[in-house]
């Protein structure tokens, strides 16, 4: 006699769920590892004393400092500026670790004085050269040989050092990192919305020409619909599971497909009927590609290989095997490497066409790899 199952409340049920997704991240992998503030600030000493050595002996911002004398040397705000041992043992004092006031003649307050021992970016932020007022660059323009030995504000380090001839890489400049801004256009618009599939759109190709499309789908079906008009102009059935992978050759009337049904297929579309059949995968077929110069296909599959098909003779010319999971992407090019695979394993692997080998194997990603796209010019 079956036993009869247990039946819970739902409460129950998610409660369960929560507290075992609760077990298993509570272990805090990735949390960082604690700060340990003897060795940060001894870190932070050598470094100051490895990049900046040069130039700690600097007193804050000496603009003016030769007219007036350092008794009463002042920013370029008119605030006044002390030497960098004052009071206590030497301890060096940083320019360009403060927040700046946000403009000319604003007062320095509590929250925008001179720290003492910068924090990590703030060191590097004394790398950066702040923007120098017009003027100021100008005169420097003008006037190289004077900005070389007339002291600048920390903000000018880049200046100065362009002026003097003196490239010093403790001094240059870093520059922050900028992401490059965007052109403005108009919002897209949606143009049109094209039904007729009864599953999951799985793949789509463009046939060379720009006329029609191509779409697969987990309804079993290739549907070729037509560009200008979204028309449905055919519908192409002989897959028995989801279609995977579709592509059209630019050099025959030849649509090429692939499936969960382990099945690669040739289709004429002057015919619109298979006219060859790939066999060999051992498992799902989940994409395929023409190599653009010679008439071979390479397929990838769920078996964790990928596969090199004449595409006439239909024999497989070779089984690329290294992978140890699904290959979920495969693409072609004339240059080398031939055939560039993503798998399901973490890696991207280069592989030698003629010999069948892996040449290289890329393992930078940290979960599959699902798609492969080759840039059109590099």
């Not at 320095?108 to 950066?128: C, G, N």
């Not at 497909?257 to 995968?281: A, F, M, P, T």
């Not at 290294?322 to 991207?348: F, K, L």
């Amino acid at each position: 006699m079956v036993e009869e199952v247990q039946k819970h409340s739902v409460h129950t049920l998610v409660f369960r769920s929560l507290k075992r997704t609760h077990d298993m991240f509570v272990a805090d992998n990735g949390k960082p590892v604690p700060l340990d503030e003897e060795s940060h600030k001894r870190k932070m000493a050598v470094k100051l004393r490895n990049e900046y050595g040069p130039v700690l002996h600097m007193p804050t911002l000496k603009e003016n400092f030769k007219e007036k004398g350092p008794q009463n040397a002042s920013d370029s705000y008119g605030h006044k500026q002390y030497p960098a041992n004052q009071g206590q043992e030497v301890e060096y004092l940083v320019t360009g670790t403060h927040p700046y006031p946000s403009g000319p003649g604003v007062a320095l307050t509590a929250d925008t004085k001179i720290q003492r021992m910068p924090s990590e970016s703030a060191a590097q932020s004394l790398a950066v050269a702040l923007p120098p007022s017009q003027a100021r660059v100008d005169a420097n323009r003008a006037a190289p040989a004077v900005g070389s030995d007339r002291s600048q504000p920390a903000g000018m380090t880049l200046a100065v050092m362009e002026g003097g001839n003196a490239k010093n890489s403790a001094l240059m400049a870093k520059k922050a990192p900028t992401m490059p801004k965007p052109q403005w256009h108009p919002p897209w618009k949606l143009y049109r919305v094209i039904s007729g599939h009864l599953g999951w759109v799985r793949c789509i190709a463009v046939e060379p020409g720009n006329q029609w499309f191509v779409t697969g789908s987990a309804d079993r079906t290739i549907k070729i619909w037509d560009l200008a008009s979204g028309k449905l102009k055919l519908s192409l059935t002989g897959h028995i599971s989801t279609v995977r992978g579709v592509i059209v050759s630019a050099r025959s009337p030849y649509l090429f497909s692939c499936g969960e049904d382990k099945q690669v297929k040739c289709w004429d579309l002057e015919y619109n009927k298979v006219i060859r059949h790939y066999h060999g995968h051992l498992s799902a077929v989940y994409g395929l590609d023409l190599h653009p110069t010679i008439d071979v296909l390479v397929t990838c599959s769920r078996d964790s290989t990928a596969r090199i098909w004449d595409v006439r003779t239909k024999a497989s010319v070779h089984t690329l095997s290294g992978h140890t999971n699904a290959v979920a992407t495969v693409r072609c090019q004339a240059a080398e490497p031939q055939i560039i695979t993503g798998s399901h394993d973490t890696t991207i692997r280069l592989w030698d066409l003629v010999a069948g080998k892996t040449r290289v194997t890329l393992t930078n990603h940290k979960k599959s790899v699902r798609a492969v796209v080759l840039h059109p010019r590099q």
